[in-house]
């Protein structure tokens, strides 16, 4: 079974303290891993993806496979980061495309 | 920019009811989702549709139902709404192509079913 854990419900940080946002999967082949995030009052929308390799509002994220975790990291926290964020999981393509899984959310709260 | 468009934000019905939840995108993508997001549940799927008439449950379809008639539109139908379907739902769309793996979120429909 695939799955994606989200270890912290809550996570509250100070503006300018480094902030580091869990994810652990557990796959049975090479999946692609993803953040997704979701401002208030906002739609749901990409964060970045480890294909990409790159940093986002000063975000990353790296792949390690031996944890089997991608966690999303990013040094000096801001305000205007307050946000859900959800690790999401795709995995190999099947005839049917293939499905995301994703975990039950983060809530970060940037605090002034 | 991908658009995917939720016909209705807020929705309130009766148990029983047959409730209609509709989703657009205006990209040509051939994917198709429908997720439920629950506060301390995270997104959970209902079904998704990979082409036009085609359709697979995802982890919690009990209660639904989806259709695709086109490529642009899906419909989730609960056919008989009850209280713990209350909840917000997303539609959500992809490119076909394996490489351009991204999922693009409509606004959402929170739905209240009384």
């Known amino acids: 079974a695939q799955r994606v854990t989200q270890p912290e419900k809550l996570l509250s940080v100070f503006k300018g303290a480094p902030v580091e946002l869990k994810c652990n999967y557990s796959y049975s082949g090479s999946p692609e891993l993803f953040w997704y995030v979701q401002y208030s009052r906002q739609r749901l929308q990409l964060l970045l993806r480890?294909?990409s390799r790159e940093s986002i509002k000063g975000f990353t994220a790296d792949l390690n496979k031996g944890e089997t975790s991608f966690h999303l990291k990013k040094p000096f926290a801001q305000e205007e980061d307050s946000a859900m964020y959800y690790c999401?999981?795709?995995?190999?393509?099947?005839?049917?495309?293939?499905?995301?899984?994703f975990g039950t959310g983060t809530s970060l709260t940037v605090i002034p | 920019d991908v658009k995917v468009t939720q016909s209705s934000r807020y929705l309130v019905k009766r148990t029983g009811e047959k409730v209609f939840l509709e989703c657009v995108q205006d990209?040509?993508?051939?994917?198709m989702f429908w997720y439920r997001q629950d506060p301390g549940l995270g997104l959970r799927l209902i079904y998704f549709s990979y082409d036009v008439k085609m359709k697979e449950k995802g982890d919690i379809p009990e209660g639904y139902s989806v259709s695709r008639e086109k490529k642009e539109r899906f419909s989730l139908i609960l056919e008989s709404a009850s209280t713990n379907q209350t909840s917000m739902y997303l539609c959500a769309s992809r490119e076909g192509d394996s490489r351009l793996n991204i999922q693009y979120f409509g606004a959402g429909t929170r739905l209240s079913v009384l």
């Open positions: 990209m040509d993508h051939e994917n």
């Open positions: 999401a999981l795709s995995g190999e393509v099947s005839n049917t495309g293939n499905q995301f899984y």
């Open positions: 480890h294909i």
